[in-house]
């Protein structure tokens, strides 16, 4: 089976650099019997790497230990689901995942586009051969999952943190996320080097670029819900590089989504979508790295080996790549439209992609920056939480800030006027609410007060504009308020859906300011005595100890008050895994949603004559965050759901233009 899957891969690896040269061949001479063939050779390098990963996954399944990557990644106690975690939980395993979701979405991509391609945009399948080409050398000569050894008696398990099941899904989001961002990059490498100068790449990408955005998003809070109960410190992000890692072309791609509506709209931005599209790419080839390179220190990197030169040459080789093309293309992607008023949607747009990109580059350097001074001065700096939490708030709170007023302002100009009267409303409910937060004494916190306040404007803007736009509906002959607000939606998914996207970030920031009024306490108990925090009495009731199938398990039994009314028992301790012989903090959370705050426990000592050390914390509206994730999903299938009448529209748009004989 070991040499079925190193026969896949090199199959793979022959078939995605046929369609890189012979593809090139073809867009380059217009041969199209060549192009089809280099289409079909991508199309194959899919099948080989499904292949490869049958291979793999099917090892793990019969505890096939002669493949040293499953021997180090497994045992054979490890319960049955995890065996998909341990597929992708180390390096060789994630970077096979990387290049099946690559060749499987650019497939599927180039078959439902292939009249596209195939007349405008040729050179798609050369640029998509060419990075499959080089995860698959990469599977086949530097980090082969297929490495054979003596098998020992039983394997090395997994790393407990990721026997989680939010670890079934939240890599493989990531990854969604990061391959998507292909898609759009392949579409405009091939529209530059065809010397198309319109919109075409950017209208048949367009929910592929959704998709992959909004995996990358759901896959970071899906990650922070993992790291807030596996890892045991009582938050849920905390500026980790490899958190950061996927934060970035999150950020890059969210600027990239409201810039082409500007180039949509008024042909403008055209150099700027560019530069914003490869951007997004380079940085999740750069999330990529950092998550498989071992260069940097994280409790999210699981992986270590020499590919880390591989994937930064690859890395500096697709940004010389994008730039050269970039510059190459100037006099064609250039436009005479201009930007006419500061005061309109386009600027408020634009407003929105500098600082989102301000917030990208900054984030990359705190990244960045311990590599650079530990290469130039050979000393690691490490650049903490305290350098990313000022500049959230510095390009955070504008940025929240324009999301209520962006949506208020007119296309090309808006006259002060109609602003103003536009804002009233939004205005009064942020200030009230300001207000009354002060009286509830939220002061103790600047920052988290400016966030509420802003929450609340961008709030009352969004009701503000479905409230408009149903009315005007209704005024149309709609029969009933709610068929007026279902005809509202469904005429303009993106926006709407973009609306209900913009509300669940007001719900994360609602969640994240609620931190400046957190508390923690640390206590050293014994059974039967208590402690008290923020109105809840937690009273220890003795340790339990349970052997489990791969650990055993020492529990803290608590039994929590609030008032006269017991309102839960936690259980709060550490698995010991035996296999991986590895220690884990396991907390107990208890959320009340009536205050919308978190109980937090953990167990930070157990002590042979019985007592404990605790570590508790309220963490106020943490449940926030977690609604952001769901009101999230459903506004991004709102915007990625089909519309017959926007793919009609679509299709006239994408249709080739006759060529005069």
Not at 41 to 60: P, Q, S
Not at 260 to 268: P, S
Request: glycine letters at 8%; charged letters at 15%; proline letters at 5%.
């Amino acid at each position: 089976m070991a040499d079925l899957g190193r026969a896949a891969l090199f199959v793979a690896l022959g078939l995605a650099l046929y369609a890189a040269i012979a593809g090139s061949l073809a867009a380059y001479r217009a041969r199209r019997r060549l192009h089809e063939s280099a289409r079909n050779a991508f199309i194959g390098a899919f099948a080989a790497t499904a292949v490869a990963a049958f291979v793999l996954l099917n090892a793990f399944r019969t505890h096939d230990f002669s493949f040293t990557y499953v021997a180090e990644h497994s045992s054979r106690k490890l319960p049955f689901p995890y065996y998909l975690t341990a597929f992708w939980g180390g390096q060789e395993g994630s970077l096979l995942l990387w290049l099946t979701v690559l060749t499987g979405l650019g497939s599927a991509a180039v078959l439902l586009n292939r009249s596209l391609i195939r007349r405008l945009l040729p050179w798609t399948v050369p640029v998509l051969g060419a990075i499959a080409a080089f995860f698959a050398f990469v599977l086949t000569f530097v980090a082969s999952p297929f490495a054979r050894a003596a098998p020992p008696p039983d394997g090395a398990g997994l790393t407990p943190s990721l026997q989680n099941p939010y670890m079934m899904i939240h890599p493989p989001l990531l990854y969604l996320g990061y391959v998507g961002m292909t898609i759009p990059f392949v579409f405009a490498a091939g529209a530059l080097l065809s010397g198309r100068n319109d919109e075409r790449w950017i209208v048949v990408t367009r929910r592929w670029t959704l998709l992959a955005w909004a995996a990358l998003g759901i896959g970071i809070l899906l990650g922070a819900k993992w790291a807030y109960e596996e890892v045991g410190w009582g938050g849920y992000y905390g500026w980790d590089p490899v958190e950061n890692a996927a934060l970035m072309p999150w950020l890059a791609s969210t600027a990239f989504l409201h810039s082409v509506m500007v180039q949509e709209k008024k042909n403008m931005l055209r150099v700027w979508n560019m530069v914003l599209v490869s951007l997004a790419f380079c940085l999740s080839l750069f999330g990529t790295f950092l998550t498989r390179s071992g260069v940097l220190s994280s409790i999210h990197s699981f992986a270590q080996s020499p590919i880390g030169a591989w994937f930064l040459g690859f890395i500096v080789a697709a940004a010389i790549f994008s730039t050269a093309l970039i510059f190459w293309r100037l006099p064609l992607l250039r436009t005479r439209t201009r930007l006419e008023s500061l005061a309109s949607r386009e600027a408020a747009f634009l407003y929105n992609n500098l600082l989102l990109v301000a917030f990208t580059l900054t984030v990359l350097w705190g990244v960045a920056f311990p590599l650079l001074s530990e290469a130039v001065r050979g000393e690691r700096i490490t650049v903490g939480p305290p350098y990313f939490d000022f500049f959230l708030r510095v390009f955070g709170l504008p940025l929240l800030l324009l999301m209520g007023i962006g949506p208020l302002v007119a296309w090309r100009r808006t006259s002060l006027r109609s602003l103003g009267a536009s804002l009233v409303w939004p205005t009064v409910a942020a200030l009230v609410a300001g207000a009354v937060l002060l009286a509830l004494g939220a002061g103790s916190s600047i920052p988290a007060l400016i966030a509420y306040t802003f929450s609340v404007f961008v709030l009352a803007a969004i009701v503000l504009e479905f409230v408009r736009g149903t009315r005007a509906r209704k005024a149309l002959g709609e029969r009933t308020w709610l068929s007026a607000f279902e005809s509202l939606v469904s005429r303009n998914r993106r926006r709407y859906g973009g609306y209900v996207v913009h509300a669940a970030i007001v719900l994360l920031a609602i969640g994240v300011a609620g931190n400046a009024y957190g508390a923690t306490k640390v206590r050293h108990l014994k059974p039967g005595e208590s402690m008290s925090i923020r109105g809840y009495r937690l009273q220890y009731q003795g340790a339990l100890v349970h052997n489990g199938v791969n650990d055993r398990e020492e529990r803290a039994r608590l039994a929590v008050w609030r008032g006269h009314s017991q309102v839960a028992t936690l259980m709060a301790g550490k698995n010991q895994y035996l296999a991986e012989q590895q220690t884990s903090n396991e907390v107990s959370i208890h959320t009340d949603w009536l205050r919308a705050q978190d109980l937090f426990v953990i167990g930070d000592q157990f002590n042979k004559d019985g007592s404990v050390v605790l570590k508790v914390l309220v963490n106020p509206l943490v449940p926030f965050v977690w609604l952001a994730g769901l009101v999230f999903l459903l506004g991004a299938l709102i915007a990625m759901w089909p519309d017959p009448r926007e793919a009609r529209r679509l299709a006239r748009r994408a249709e080739p233009v006759p060529v005069t004989p």
